[in-house]
């Protein structure tokens, strides 16, 4: 097997099990030291105090593998600051980051306490920010840096009875979208994988012919693509089952409306046209989305903008 990541150091959150366990393997076994974290809970966040994490420490070990376990709440800043500066002490500096701890507290949304929603939020996107701000000016400072965050198909299209996991899930595309931006004249790219597998998160929803085809080990490669040397950055992988697709967020070309039909019966004689998916396309940034509008509604009154050519 290729070594592609020899010399490089890799943190995965929540690799004691699931797909992060796949990941932290899969690093290891392309030449990545690699810290393996867990804070051992059960499926919806309840201290279970399982060793997992060791366990996958030990199994890289006995391959001739390099990693140490880290038992860091991600939800707690203090405790993922000094996983950093343990990675950094152990193996002298971190070059990916892999937030991939999860839970799940699912209920419909009439149902949900709030508490549940909260804590959702603060493992899966306030966990992801203080892994990632601990590790932020690290990389930035030695210009290099590959961070993914994980969403998931609920946090891209919505999954009923997932509010609280789907809004997480859709922060940590936007807290990507940012960052990429951010780190890029650095080298610090930024990208997030939307995976499905079978995993204990998600054992009792699929039968167990449909999970044999969803291992987390087919996830891995696609992890790996987004971590490498000529990653890519602000990419949203898909992947399931050897399955890899890219997700996007598109704008439609839209309508200008001329002054008098600034209105509501203006937008919905409209709408067919604002709808109309023929030559959407992303935007570089919030600010292009502006520039865009400012164009067309110039463009329709014949206007030339100061800058423009
Ligand atoms: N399994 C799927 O189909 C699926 C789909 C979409 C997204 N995801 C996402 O992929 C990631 C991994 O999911 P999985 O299915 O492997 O789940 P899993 O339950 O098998 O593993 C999650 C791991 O995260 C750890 N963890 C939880 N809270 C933590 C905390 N505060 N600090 C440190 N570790 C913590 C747990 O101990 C556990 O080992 C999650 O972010 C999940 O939301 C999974």
């Given amino acids: 097997m290729n070594k592609e990541f020899e010399g490089r150091v890799a943190i995965v959150t929540g690799a004691g099990v699931g797909l992060g366990r796949a990941h932290a393997l899969?690093?290891?076994a392309r030449g990545a030291k690699v810290v393996v974290n867990d804070l051992g809970v059960a499926t919806d966040g309840s201290v279970a105090g399982s060793d997992a994490a060791?366990?996958?420490?030990?199994?890289?070990?006995?391959s001739?593998?390099?990693?140490?376990?880290?038992?860091?709440d991600v939800t707690s800043r203090s405790q993922t600051r000094a996983m950093v500066d343990e990675a950094i002490a152990e193996f002298g500096h971190v070059d990916i980051l892999v937030n991939n701890a999860g839970i799940l507290r699912d209920k419909t949304f009439s149902k949900m306490d709030l508490d549940d929603f909260w804590t959702?939020?603060?493992?899966?996107l306030m966990g992801s920010v203080n892994c990632t701000k601990a590790v932020w000016s690290h990389m930035i400072a030695r210009e290099y840096g590959r961070i993914v965050m994980t969403t998931?198909?609920?946090?891209v299209y919505g999954n009923f009875g997932q509010s609280n996991y789907g809004a997480a899930k859709a922060g940590v595309v936007g807290l990507m979208n940012v960052l990429a931006q951010e780190g890029a004249k650095k080298n610090v790219r930024v990208n997030t994988l939307a995976p499905t597998?079978?995993?204990r998160m998600t054992e009792d929803l699929l039968p167990e012919e449909v999970l044999a085809l969803l291992k987390p080990e087919t996830i891995t490669p696609g992890l790996l693509a987004l971590v490498l040397e000529d990653a890519p950055t602000k990419m949203i992988l898909g992947a399931g089952g050897g399955c890899f697709a890219e997700t996007r967020i598109t704008e439609t070309r839209g309508v200008a409306l001329a002054d008098d039909d600034i209105s509501l019966e203006g937008v919905l004689a409209a709408m067919d046209r604002i709808r109309n998916p023929e030559g959407a396309?992303?935007?570089?940034?919030?600010?292009?989305?502006?520039?865009?509008?400012?164009?067309?509604?110039?463009?329709?009154?014949?206007?030339?903008l100061p800058g423009a050519t």
Avoid: C
């Fill in 54 to 62: 060791h366990d996958v420490v030990q199994e890289i070990r006995a």
């Fill in 64 to 72: 001739g593998g390099h990693a140490i376990a880290n038992g860091a």
């Fill in 120 to 124: 959702v939020v603060d493992v899966h």
């Fill in 152 to 155: 998931s198909g609920s946090g």
């Fill in 281 to 304: 396309v992303e935007m570089a940034n919030a600010f292009t989305q502006t520039q865009k509008y400012l164009k067309q509604a110039a463009d329709l009154r014949g206007l030339t």
């Fill in 26 to 28: 899969g690093l290891a």
């Fill in 197 to 199: 597998a079978a995993t």
